[in-house]
């Protein structure tokens, strides 16, 4: 039975290919030329168009080709009652814990400051804090948050996490729900952003989370742009609030030329990257749940329609 991958923005050849050569007897088809899409089963979807999974009549999988199920779930023509499965994979996850610790540790060494002395062609050493001076906080402890976590705590960092449900994870300050945000905010001095977007966690990231934050706290958005109140951060970063922010996503993507962050020395941005799923790394396990499909096995990495994410 045919795949086919609906995918705007990311190379649908690449994911043909990685999956061709798990198994070369595969039928897998690129939309918009996929042929009678009566026989497709399976779609592999990265920003498909609204509406365009109507067309599939017998589609009984719908599978994410990213982490991140909020383009895919924002679909209002979306068919109701098939299952939705996503990326879930160890590499992405280092490569998270990899970029985080990176900005972390930067932070640490001050390289925020140094990029403004040096604008203004200043020598000022500046005393390093050691990781065990910095609290990260966490909010989203996923597949992504709790990797970022542990590793973070391997370095020396002291690290809290702010999720839906209170987890138990050894060194790591467990906070859970909007009762205890505030709470997980009031000693969180650098904030790193790994919720998924939902109608929950649209604009979280605004003026009150910001006061709840200490007097110079640096923030890390690694999820979604939409996650961001973007005036509010300028006017948080401009009254002394916060001192830094690095985003790697934006509403708006790419960036537009003339937006405001590009010229502003107290933020650091970067293209959508600090984790990509390749596509080796996703082959696996589409294969893995198109399998699972044709045997009415299980499906794995599912996702919870209804909450979002
Ligand atoms: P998961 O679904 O595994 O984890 C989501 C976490 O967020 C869970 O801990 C969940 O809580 C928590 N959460 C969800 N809603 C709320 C809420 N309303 N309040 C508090 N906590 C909440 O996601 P992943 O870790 O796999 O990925 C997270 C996001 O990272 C993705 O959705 C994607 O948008 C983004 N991403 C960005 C990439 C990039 O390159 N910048 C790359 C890959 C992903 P609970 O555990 O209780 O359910
Ligand atoms: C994802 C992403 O969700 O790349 O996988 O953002």
Not at 33 to 52: K, Y
Not at 226 to 238: F, G, K, Y
Not at 269 to 286: E, K, R, V
Request: net charge negative.
């Amino acid at each position: 039975m045919p795949i086919t991958i609906i995918c705007q923005h990311k190379d649908p050849i690449a994911v043909r290919e990685a999956l061709l050569e798990l198994d070369s007897n595969l039928d897998i088809r690129i939309w918009p030329d996929d042929g009678n899409r009566a026989d497709i089963t399976m779609a592999l979807c990265w920003r498909q168009p609204q509406g365009s999974l109507l067309q599939y009549p017998n589609l009984r999988c719908i599978a994410s080709l990213g982490a991140g199920v909020d383009s895919l779930l924002a679909d209002t023509q979306l068919p109701k009652d098939i299952p939705v499965v996503r990326i879930v994979d160890p590499q992405l996850a280092d490569s998270m814990f990899d970029y985080v610790a990176a900005v972390v540790m930067g932070y640490c060494r001050h390289l925020d400051c140094y990029r403004q002395l040096q604008a203004q062609a200043l020598w000022q050493p500046l005393t390093p804090q050691a990781p065990s001076d910095i609290t990260v906080g966490i909010m989203g402890m996923g597949q992504l948050g709790e990797r970022v976590a542990k590793g973070l705590l391997s370095l020396g960092f002291k690290v809290r996490g702010w999720s839906r449900s209170l987890k138990l994870l050894d060194g790591v300050e467990s906070y859970a729900g909007s009762e205890q945000l505030t709470e997980f905010l009031s000693q969180t001095q650098v904030l790193v952003c790994l919720l998924p977007l939902t109608v929950k966690t649209c604009g979280i990231l605004n003026q009150g989370l910001f006061s709840d934050l200490p007097q110079g706290a640096c923030v890390v958005n690694v999820a979604r742009g939409e996650h961001l109140v973007e005036s509010d951060l300028i006017q948080a970063l401009d009254s002394g609030h916060l001192r830094h922010a690095t985003l790697d996503v934006f509403s708006q993507e790419p960036l537009p030329n003339d937006h405001a962050f590009w010229r502003r020395e107290d933020i650091t941005i970067t293209p959508h990257c600090s984790s990509i799923t390749s596509p080796q790394a996703a082959a696996p396990q589409l294969l893995e749940n198109y399998r699972a499909l044709n045997q009415d096995l299980p499906l794995i990495n599912l996702v919870d329609v209804g909450v979002g994410y």
